[in-house]
């Protein structure tokens, strides 16, 4: 054989064993186990059993999950805060809210999310993408699938989905709570019913001015967030809020938010300063300016001494359409969407 056919033969045979297009299955086994770091959190440990779970469902085989040890993982599948991500700077997108990076290298697949429940979504991500999996409901009965005899690598990808922060509420058993984080439902930043937390019954002790007077006299503040709405017009009510928020940062320095979005209530005080223009949005009082002015006043006093937290607020009930003016950036809003309420057209396009 001339030398070049030779040389190019070579290479062929070369690019034909190229570790990149190995299987992650194929003839009856996996390329290697499911690595977790050698102190896996809770969500790094569950999602290699999820994988290794549909792996088995789909392949009839049920690949190993091993704990890293000194060395980094050299082949398989490799989730969360390992050396082998280490090893290879993989580094999720930066910025807010859920990201995650696949990587493919030789005979090893990473996966690291900014959290190790982003792991767990971007572990979901696998499944769907590689083993084939359409997650429909909770469960092995809500999930559809094809049996595999081959499974193949997938290509690299760099995971940030467009809402930075996704979370659904009801999800209290094992099942449901897998089947949220494979459709990349996580936590969001406490963006809740909160002006019960600044507006306390102590204050309402001290300052019973400031608390809703509907039938002309105040009324005290009830609990859970059930509150009436305190009187955010008065003059002191953004200052007090703001050295409420700072308190609560201080006893919950690893939250990005305080929640202080308006109680789950339709009571407020009476008076036209709190139904301003006497406006409408679908068949409610419409009060966003009143609160996100006051909201927006919170903002610009003394809460955030590291300049890196955020006011959660809520866009909710009388509060739901947008104001008219621009919110301050340090405010938050969670917008309050049920599907019920598409029967109103003009509140779809809004949303």
Do not use: K
């Not at 190229?18 to 690595?35: D, I, K, N």
């Amino acid at each position: 054989m001339p030398p070049r056919l030779i040389l190019v033969a070579l290479l062929l045979a070369l690019g034909g064993c190229a570790h990149r297009t190995a299987p992650l299955f194929a003839e009856g086994a996996w390329s290697g186990p499911v690595w977790i770091p050698e102190q896996p959190d809770f969500e790094e440990f569950v999602a290699a059993q999820d994988l290794a779970d549909w792996a088995a469902v789909v392949t009839g085989r049920r690949p190993e999950i091993r704990r890293e040890g000194s060395v980094p993982a050299a082949a398989g599948i490799a989730l969360g805060r390992t050396r082998a991500a280490a090893a290879l700077a993989a580094t999720p997108p930066p910025g807010d809210g859920d990201a995650a990076v696949r990587l493919s290298r030789g005979d090893l697949v990473v996966i690291l999310g900014n959290s190790p429940a982003a792991t767990r979504m971007a572990t979901a991500r696998l499944c769907e993408q590689a083993l084939g999996i359409t997650f429909v409901m909770p469960g092995l009965a809500g999930a559809d699938w094809v049996p595999l005899a081959r499974v193949d690598r997938p290509p690299d990808e760099a995971w940030r989905p467009a809402i930075a922060w996704r979370a659904v509420s009801g999800l209290t058993n094992s099942e449901a709570i897998a089947w949220g984080r494979a459709l990349g439902y996580g936590s969001r930043p406490r963006c809740t019913h909160g002006l019960h937390l600044a507006f306390t019954p102590e204050l309402f002790a001290a300052r019973p001015e400031l608390f809703p007077d509907p039938d002309g006299r105040p009324v005290a503040p009830g609990s859970r967030g059930r509150s009436f709405q305190p009187d955010l017009t008065h003059p002191d009510s953004p200052g007090l809020a703001a050295a409420a928020a700072r308190r609560w940062l201080q006893a919950n320095p690893a939250e990005l938010a305080v929640p202080l979005g308006i109680n789950d209530s339709v009571v407020w005080p009476s008076g036209a300063a709190h139904w301003p223009g006497n406006r409408l949005w679908d068949g409610r009082p419409d009060r966003s300016d009143l609160v996100f002015g006051f909201l927006n006043r919170v903002a610009a006093a003394d809460w955030n001494p590291g300049g890196d937290r955020a006011l959660g607020a809520l866009a909710y009930l009388d509060v739901a359409p947008a104001p008219s003016f621009q919110v301050a950036p340090a405010v938050f809003p969670a917008v309050c969407a049920d599907r019920i309420q598409y029967a109103n057209p003009a509140y779809a396009r809004l949303e």
